[in-house]
């Protein structure tokens, strides 16, 4: 059980991905408001009536999101994590200016500098977010996907820091195994699938 005297308490991102609407019913019907998806047409297709009739859940991207995908992406999702360009930034402060909607923004940083993994370099944050606030988008935190095969608790430990230096309100990190020391580091949102909906097939 975690001490809510010592961890921080961040939001669960319920990562629906993958998993039919009947399977996500049940926690939509409890009441859980924040969910995610990293696929634009799936995300269409599962969700567009289901945020018409509950305008209280939130959507979250979670996914890298491709530039000639950002116009749908903008209109369905309330949050999106992996910014980590100028052009992708610029591309979602045009299509939220075309529809009067404000997203909020996280920058995806690529804090284990992996070749095969998104986001950008910490030497390159402060350059972005302030690209991104002349563009006139919300940036509220950071995100980041920590090394698979390494201690996260090293990397979140750093994302704090990083997100604090920039005095962002929230910080997206963490997933089914590695929580705990995500929450330990302060992450207001975390992503939780397999713990929540069981495996993948």
């Known amino acids: 059980m975690i001490d809510i005297k010592v961890y921080n308490l961040p939001k669960i991102i319920a990562v629906s991905k993958t998993f039919k609407i ?4 049940p926690l939509i019907d409890y009441g859980h408001t924040d969910f995610g998806e990293n696929k634009i047409q799936e995300a269409i297709e599962k969700w567009t009536d289901i945020k018409t009739n509950n305008p209280n859940i939130k959507l979250h991207m979670i996914g890298k999101l ?3 995908k950002v116009k749908s992406a903008v209109k369905l999702f309330d949050y999106i994590h992996s910014v980590d360009s100028e052009k992708l930034a610029k591309k979602i402060a045009d299509e939220q200016a075309k529809i ?3 997203i909020k923004i996280f920058i995806q940083v690529n804090i284990g500098d992996e070749k095969q993994k998104s986001g950008i370099k910490k030497t390159e944050v402060n350059n972005l977010i302030l690209y991104c606030k002349k563009n006139n988008l919300d940036v509220v935190g950071l995100m ?3 090394p698979a095969d390494k201690n996260s608790f090293f990397y979140f430990n750093e994302m704090k820091l990083l997100n604090n230096s920039f005095d962002l309100p929230e910080l997206s990190m963490g997933m089914s195994s590695d929580y705990v020391e995500a929450s330990k580091n302060l992450a207001t949102y975390v992503r939780i699938g397999s713990s929540i909906f069981g495996e993948r097939l």
């Open 66 to 68: 491709q530039t000639n």
């Open 144 to 146: 980041c996907l920590p």
């Open 22 to 25: 009947d399977k996500i019913l």
């Open 100 to 102: 009067s909607k404000k």
